[in-house]
């Protein structure tokens, strides 16, 4: 099998397209997809300064070693961040692989923790709530949404990109679409350019399946161990589902992609809520208490 672009050896199929590449080729188009995602939503402007959140998970290593390569021909700065949940014997692995990565890149690189921010560790919040609610992904998600913003505001960010791809954003809708949450699908959608700091999913068109062969021919040195709470919802499920969709009808996840754009622009103007400021930590939202403060008054309640 010959690459379409350059007669070397291919070694990526690309099935939804039916391209031919070689593993450099194949890394020049994630280059360009990217970049194109990025433009079209207008999600780095000139001399930004982009916090790049990473987890040490392939999805925010590709991201990185990306936006890096990126910011080296465009006009804008980046600076890794990475949240520390306080899972003990997950994130430490992780932390030392990002520190390296960092290290080898010449990218700066600050850590935040839930235990400085919050007062409480992941691990702790668990045992504080009574049985299995809040699940442990909406409790770190919530937390991880408000590290992230405080990271950013502490070196001073305009932007905030995650690692988020193709996969993670249809599951999102699915999940969002199951939960009832019809705010929250107008959250998905990338225009949302009023935000103080925007936060931006460079990758959102590129596949999961991608970024893993991105990761695995660039020697990226990602970590492989899963966060013990994965399986804990529904999205594991939500990701077998779609795989085994896409693998009997190719194409599907873009597809789903593409009416998400249209419906959580939609969504977005119907559902419009006014920001307001939480009474008890000042950031904004859109009830008197954030969700964050809520939380944790709910958690120490216990
Ligand atoms: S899987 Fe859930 S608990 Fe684990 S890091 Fe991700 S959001 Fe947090
Ligand atoms: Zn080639
Ligand atoms: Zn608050």
Redesign the pocket.
């Known amino acids: 099998m010959i690459c379409d672009k350059c007669q070397k050896q291919a070694a990526y199929s690309r099935k939804y397209s039916g391209e031919n590449l070689c593993s450099e080729c194949f890394a020049n188009s994630i280059l360009r997809k990217a970049a194109r995602t990025i433009s079209k939503h207008k999600m780095i402007k000139n001399n930004e300064l982009v916090c790049v959140a990473v987890?040490g998970g392939k999805d925010s290593l590709v991201l990185l070693d990306v936006l890096n390569k990126m910011s080296k021909t465009h006009n804008f700065r980046i600076f890794a961040v990475t949240i520390d949940?306080g899972?003990p014997g997950?994130r430490d692995e992780a932390l030392k692989i990002v520190e390296k990565f960092c290290a080898r890149l010449n990218v700066e690189h600050r850590t935040f923790s839930y235990k400085e921010l919050f007062d409480l560790t992941?691990e702790e919040s668990l045992e504080l709530r009574n049985g299995q609610k809040p699940s442990?992904?909406s409790?770190?998600?919530t937390f991880?949404r408000r590290a992230l913003d405080h990271a950013a505001k502490i070196i001073n960010a305009d932007v905030i990109a995650t690692g988020h791809n193709l996969d993670d954003v249809v599951q999102t809708f699915l999940i969002n679409i199951l939960s009832g949450d019809t705010n929250k699908i107008g959250w998905m959608d990338p225009d949302i350019s009023s935000n103080k700091v925007r936060k931006i999913k460079p990758f959102s068109e590129i596949y999961e399946s991608e970024i893993v062969f991105y990761a695995f021919t660039n020697d990226l040195p990602f970590q492989t161990e899963?966060?013990?709470?994965?399986n804990?919802?529904i999205r594991t499920e939500i990701r077998e589902f779609l795989n085994s969709l896409e693998s009997n009808h190719i194409g599907v996840k873009n597809n789903i992609y593409s009416s998400i754009l249209k419906i959580s622009q939609f969504t977005n103007k119907v559902s419009h809520k006014e920001k307001r400021i939480c009474l008890v930590c000042g950031n904004q939202c859109t009830g008197k208490i954030c969700s964050v403060c809520n939380m944790i008054t709910d958690l120490k309640s216990k």
């Open positions: 987890s949940e899972i997950y992941l442990s992904c409790i770190c998600g991880r899963p966060c013990p709470h994965m804990e919802g």
